[in-house]
């Protein structure tokens, strides 16, 4: 069964940056896409990044050359690396997974999601 769980939400100053994790476990060796998504009451959970498990990636325009994600195979670990943040990042962050390959930002594929880690971003 694949489980993940989020970490390291904070609050931060503008232009600071942040380091997401996400612990998942049992997910197959290959044929696997990884996200981070986002979320606030205002507006419905956006895709962010997005990660397969050739190493290609996807990033939604408010988060190019600002967010980068990665995966850890050894430590079975999403990271999501947020530098120059803005107040409108502020948002609760989930992770998410997918059996498959297929790169995508789009929320319905996405079958397994953690509780989220909460991040602020404030002057």
């Known amino acids: 069964q694949v489980q993940v769980k989020e970490s390291g939400g904070d609050s931060v100053p503008i232009g600071g940056s942040l380091r997401l994790s996400c612990k998942v476990t049992?997910?197959?060796?290959?044929?696997?896409?990884m996200a981070w998504f986002r979320q606030t009451p205002e507006k419905e959970r956006e895709g962010v990044a997005s990660?397969?498990?050739?190493?290609?990636?996807m990033y939604a325009n408010s988060v190019k050359g600002r967010f980068t994600i990665s995966q850890d195979n050894a430590k079975n670990t999403l990271n999501l690396l947020m530098n120059n943040l803005k107040p409108e990042d502020t948002a609760m962050y989930y992770c998410a997974t997918l059996v498959g390959h297929l790169l995508t930002l789009e929320r319905r594929p996405y079958r397994i999601w953690g509780q989220g880690t909460q991040v602020n971003v404030s002057s």
């Open positions: 990660i397969c498990d050739d190493g290609k990636t």
């Open positions: 049992g997910l197959p060796y290959s044929n696997f896409c």
